[in-house]
């Protein structure tokens, strides 16, 4: 064999091979090497999906935390953990960057271990609830823990949230039942409508409330997309009841089931409890659907598909989610953050999910950017010239809020 002038190039072919492909050039001709790393590729994070459970734990760790330690702000570990932990870890551990190949695909969305990760989410969000109900109506707490405990438990229920996320793709029957009950919690159940067959057609246009727009502050995007969000829902679930020959107040309405499902939960937890609980339950929801609209706020923010007609848009593409692949957020959101494939492919399972390089990629994980989120200066500070980048300095083509252009500072 000749010698080789290094830097050689080096190439990869599928996964699972086994080969890898060393080329360099010598005397204007290439010598290609060829050998049988006999290595296939396996899932580097099959495991560390179960840490995901750590997320809906965070409801059940403040009495003992508090028991054992007489720590009283423990009550308050759901911001804790969320808001401080999780960015921390996710900026020490940094990205992921680890995609199955096409091969693997098929053998990943079969294999059943992934899906229990999610199924198990459930059991840990509600025997959270059950006992956050007890410890408001029995427990020694004072308002400022029970208030605590209430936000702690309505983090969770966010969480909560984005496993019925997960689960609400999928055509199986069960799971979508599943991600209706856990959509109970937070009484959000109309989201398993509006984001299958509202938000995953509108995505990054004005006609979404769930996409913000340039220039749109948080606090004025929640109620837009939260009462916009229904409406929508409910328009579509009665016209998809029409088409089938249903009426709206039928068993069959997906939006009703989801929210007597609430109705059960509720109520139980009241007759349980006592109705001194009500206030506490109220606010864990409020906090629980607050962190799922904050988290839309973020995965679209100033991208725009293109009209190629009146009302009528581009396919959604890579370049209308923003993404981030950082490894520990990804975990407990179970790859939201690559969130460009599942727009692009929905009926995905998150564990097949990839990495798009062309994707809009946010400086750091979800659990960071929500943070700023909830300081708009410092949210346009930081992300105002990514959206500039993104489309040339142009920000005619950018899904922009009119009424606050003229306000917006200079970046």
């Known amino acids: 064999m000749l010698p080789v002038e290094f830097p050689a190039a080096v190439s990869y072919p599928p996964w699972g091979t086994g080969l890898l492909v060393v080329s360099g050039r010598t005397r204007g001709s290439f010598v290609v090497v060829v050998a049988d790393a006999g290595r296939p590729w396996r899932d580097r994070k099959r495991y560390l999906w179960t840490l995901g459970l750590l997320a809906p734990s965070c409801a059940l760790l403040p009495s003992q935390l508090v028991m054992h330690t007489d720590l009283r702000l423990f009550w308050w570990l759901g911001p804790i953990v969320f808001f401080l932990v999780i960015p921390l870890i996710d900026t020490i551990v940094g990205v992921d960057g680890d995609n199955p190949p096409d091969e693997a695909l098929q053998r990943l969305t079969e294999d ?18 059950i006992v956050a109900g007890y410890l408001w109506a029995y427990g ?11 936000v702690t438990v309505g983090l969770v229920g966010g969480i909560g949230i984005n496993a019925a996320h997960e689960l609400g793709h999928r055509r ?15 009484a959000y159940g109309h989201f398993f409508v509006e984001h299958n067959l509202g938000h995953h057609a509108r995505a990054a246009t004005p006609e979404d409330p769930a996409s913000a727009r340039y220039g749109e502050w948080l606090w004025t995007f929640l109620p837009r997309s939260v009462f916009g969000g229904m409406r929508s829902a409910w328009r579509l679930e009665r016209n998809r009841l029409q088409r089938i ?28 409890f006592g109705i001194g609980i009500a206030p506490y339950l109220a606010l864990q929801a409020v906090v629980g659907f607050t962190m799922l609209e904050i988290v839309n706020y973020v995965e679209h923010y100033g991208l725009l598909r293109e009209q190629t007609a009146p009302g009528q848009y581009e396919p959604t593409s890579q370049r209308h989610s923003w993404n981030s692949d950082r490894l520990v957020t990804n975990i407990f959101l179970f ?19 990839r990495s798009m390089d062309d994707a809009p990629q946010m400086p750091a994980g979800y659990a960071t950017m929500v943070v700023l989120a909830m300081i708009p200066p410092i949210w346009q500070r930081v992300v105002h010239p990514l959206v500039l980048e993104h489309y040339g300095n142009d920000i005619t083509k950018a899904n922009r809020n009119p009424r606050a252009m003229d306000r917006l500072p200079a970046i």
Request: proline letters at 2%; one cysteine or more; a positive charge.
């Open 112 to 129: 059943k271990y992934y899906r229990w990760c999610t199924y198990l989410c459930l059991p840990f969000q509600f025997a959270g609830l």
């Open 140 to 150: 020694t707490l004072s308002v400022v823990d029970k208030l605590g405990l209430a």
């Open 172 to 186: 199986e029957e069960h799971e979508r039942w599943l991600a209706k009950i856990a959509l109970s919690q937070t």
């Open 245 to 272: 020959g249903r009426r709206w107040w039928s068993w069959e309405n997906h939006i009703l089931q989801a929210w007597a499902m609430t109705f059960v939960l509720f109520g139980g937890m009241l007759v349980a």
């Open 335 to 353: 790859h939201l953050q690559r969130h460009s494939d599942h727009h692009a492919n929905p009926g995905r399972r998150y564990q097949t999910l």
